[in-house]
DNA sequence: GATGAATGAGGGTTCATTCAT
DNA sequence: AATGAATGAACCCTCATTCAT
């Protein structure tokens, strides 16, 4: 499953955690395309071989951090469980919030996420980039679909439809919302994670509750 | 204005096509920092000099297939120009569907203007990804503005914010729509343009619809 | 004689003159290896084919240059004669204060004249360069030679080379002298004239008696 | 401290003497600025990648080259020190002759110890070349210091000015007249190492006396 | 006489990957 | 298991010079 070889995982706990640092810095400060073994390794003071004997190869690499940039976000949500009794609006807040949360908290692991679904000639990318849509794509179905039957949303909509628009306000919208209410370039959080404190959580569910009036209510005047 | 050298711009009709194909090409299919010089002196068999005779340097380039394409765009809105009279519902779904027409029409060209959008360690790249965001914005808030002095819209949300959300749905949301509704991925549209026959209008008018209807209704059940 | 074509010669004043003005700052500002005949006409706005109308080559084009340094050098020193009647001592000082005073009036032209001096791989730049040396060794022998016959300097040293030694203190010593006095890195005078402000005549003036004092009387205690 | 990586200085000793030796010769024959990464590796038959693993760029190899040129020639010293007994002008004497028999025996490594002193316009160039002329007149002001606090020096003169100008003679004023008295262009002996033997340190001695009975008396006569 | 497009070799530099040790 | 030297293709860019117009 995993993309790292028995040799990397089996490493001194120090040794693997200095590793996977210097490659998180890399590739949450470069695309992938133009994120450099070479740089990874000059950083570590290690031989270049010992990436290649850890990993198949770059997108190996690439890969794997994705799946621990993943895996830790899952972590998170876990940690910070929607009460079970929310309605859908109050539950998608309280899972966009955490979301983001997480990605102030950890800037440079949410970066290397959001790397997997930028455009790259490497066919391995898309590929990635297409299995991770997907994924989001049908767990924001599956909670649509719970909302209509709870009577929550109305139900002559094709969910479908509404999964990629509801999607991309929370990926795109609200990336460029939060840009410009604080200023903040996200690209620039993974360099600089001190800029987070700037967006506190209050900042970030107002901009949150005003996605969701959005959605909920719709533009039309009464 | 242009980056394009008078040397260009003063070339015989053919030779000077000949080369914006060929850079079109390479820009449309792979992202800027990938993007390569070499692939297209090598596509065309000319020297690697000319290019530099032509334009300043890659991004040069770049930047004057990115105003050919924005160019190329505004012409084709201003031949097929929305009615005046129309409220702002249809005024956005007949701009909507006028874009996306032309992205069929001429994917290579769409491809290009986003690939400015894109994130790239280049400033230059980003000082133009810049750029182009705040004229969408700017604009999407005009009509926003408009439409609320109309009566159509309701008048107590925070535009800014609605812009964001509104922008991101008609960027992202419906690209992610279209790309499942005809399971034709939008980046191998450049590669083979026969693909947007698959993408009739129809198919296109009913998920802009669907989006239109999200945003104005809401999700809501009445 | 001149290295410039009959083309050249017969040029408009005004369009010559901006010729040489462009040239003149380009090499006074690079090493002949780096400086570039595409910069030149890029500056100028002409067509690059001119300047192999005017002149042969790359080379030809510096030379003429360096023969217009000279010619002007002359013209100044001329311009300037020192009094006849002098002795030997207040001869070289007239003359050396007069060069330097030159170079500080205009500072491109005389950086353009030792750019001929300097090392390069170039076979023709080397000839210049020794047939330079030649000049200034033979005329600096004749006035030791006078100098002896007139008492002034004692008979029993070989004048060959008291004059590389004199004549390497009145270039590079004094260069070297008048850098630390001032501060002023001579290289930069010629992109900024105003610096030559700062080496008023009068520091001139010491650095070079001190030069003479040493020369005349030689470092040993009496 | 040195600018090689601890590749270059971990190859087997023939591989890196033989990369040596071909930029020695490179950089011997050629000004920093036209000097060239791929002749070397042209002629050595390596790639060119290797070179930016033994270095970190072409400065970086240049300024390794000064180094070592440097600590040859001071080796060579210590090798040949002079008696501590001798008054100025034999010191004086002993340290020159000694550093000229150096550049006669490796004239090669002496042509690349002075490149540093060369123009040009890299501005890392620059420094070195400054910092090369402040280590050399800083130990000369030193030694006249001495000599005036030994009586053997007047205590009237400016011991920078004289620093200045004793500096140039031994540098330029030395080597010119070398050239003339033996015809052989300085330049010339790195191509040519035999040429050296013409000049026979006999020559040498002349010549360096030459200089100090100038500098010790002065030309004026008594 | 002036133009300026085309050339193509050359510049320094970075890269992911391999493989013998 | 780790090393790290070697590769060589690819990168963007600059150059002096030519020659048909």
Chains 1, 2, 3, 4 share one sequence.
Do not use: C
Not at 131 to 147: C, N, P, W
Not at 209 to 222: C, E, F, N, P, Y
């Amino acid at each position: 499953m995993t993309t790292a070889s028995a040799t990397f995982l089996n490493l001194p706990a120090d040794k693997r955690e200095r590793f996977i640092a210097a490659a998180l810095e890399e590739f949450a400060s470069h695309p992938y395309d133009t994120a450099s073994v070479t740089r990874i390794v000059a950083e570590l003071g290690i031989a270049k071989g010992s990436v290649y004997q850890y990993f198949k190869n770059k997108f190996g690499l690439f890969e794997y951090l994705v799946s621990l940039a993943t895996e830790r976000e899952m972590e998170w949500h876990e940690q910070h469980p929607a009460d079970p009794g929310l309605g859908f609006q109050d539950r998608v807040r309280a899972m966009v919030v955490s979301g983001l949360s997480w990605a102030l908290l950890e800037p440079r692991w949410a970066r290397v996420g959001l790397r997997a679904m930028e455009q790259s000639k490497e066919p391995r990318l898309q590929a990635l980039r297409k299995m991770q849509l997907e994924t989001g794509h049908a767990y924001t179905v599956g909670m649509l679909t719970e909302a209509v039957a709870r009577g929550e949303i109305r139900g002559d909509l094709d969910l479908e439809l509404v999964a990629s628009f509801v999607g991309s306000m929370f990926t795109g919208g609200l990336m460029d919302a939060l840009t410009r209410q604080s200023g903040v370039e996200l690209s620039d959080l993974a360099d600089d994670p001190d800029l987070g404190r700037t967006l506190s959580e209050l900042h970030l569910e107002r901009v949150v509750d005003g996605a969701l009036v959005l959605i909920m209510q719709g533009l039309a005047s009464r």
